[in-house]
């Protein structure tokens, strides 16, 4: 971590569910995440966790509390102003990999770089190539998406997250649909990303394995955070 700059803040986040009853899903959270740190999100089913990481995503803005992303607070910002935010600042792993069948790998992976309109076609295309040869699947950059395994789609769906280089990857059981093995290598990556990319990767997972080798542990119960544990 990066002298422990703060790159995620929470200040007591709060959500109400209304369907069928009123019902607090999320209860005065509050945490930090660091520069270059590996964070799980642990719980049982119900406990919040993935509600409070669509709320960390900016993709619900239904909360109390205030959301903190590189000190800018995130509350009042309109649609469009979060839509820029999250392209430029946050990489999204979900549980499927959410992948373009009918596109390459490569144009899979150039997407979210072509709509930030930052760079030219052919600076993208390098970059993208870039992180496909970080995950080891330059080699198949021009093969339709649909003609991989789900481990190497996975690893397709994650050089996606990364081609806009942003602060923050946020992962929703990454692993879920994986096997031991392909779990493993999305480890070893997710360490690689945080360790010497110097961003930070904030997962919610099941996998206890998994969460133990990240570098914190985060357990949350009936919407509040029980413990935090350094691993």
């Known amino acids: 971590m990066e002298n422990n700059k703060i790159v995620l803040s929470t200040n007591k986040i709060g959500k109400y569910f209304y369907d069928p009853i009123k019902f607090k899903v999320l209860d005065n959270v509050n945490f930090e995440a660091y520069k270059g740190e590996f964070l799980t999100l642990v719980g049982k089913s119900g406990s919040g966790k993935s509600t409070l990481l669509y709320c960390l995503s900016t993709m619900d803005t239904q909360y109390e509390g205030e959301l903190y992303i590189n000190n800018e607070k995130v509350k009042g910002k309109k649609i469009d102003e979060l839509a820029k935010l999250r392209n430029q600042n946050i990489g999204f792993i979900f549980q499927f990999h ?47 998406s649909s003609k991989l395994s789900g481990g190497q789609q996975q690893r397709i769906a994650i050089a996606r997250a990364l081609i806009n280089e942003p602060d923050i990857i946020m992962c929703d059981e990454p692993t879920g649909n994986l096997d031991s093995n392909n779990t493993k290598t999305v480890f070893e990556i997710f360490q690689k990303i945080c360790h010497e990319l110097n961003q930070t990767i904030i997962a919610v997972t099941h996998d ?13 119960a009936d919407g509040k955070i029980i413990s935090q544990i350094i691993n």
């Open 208 to 220: 206890l394995d998994f969460a133990k080798a990240s570098d914190r542990t985060i357990e949350m």
């Open 98 to 144: 959410y992948l373009l069948p009918e596109f390459t790998c490569l144009k899979n992976v150039m997407l979210p770089a072509l709509k930030r309109k930052k760079y030219t076609y052919e600076e993208i295309e390098n970059m993208a190539y870039d992180k496909l040869k970080l995950l080891g699947m330059e080699d198949q950059a021009l093969k339709p």
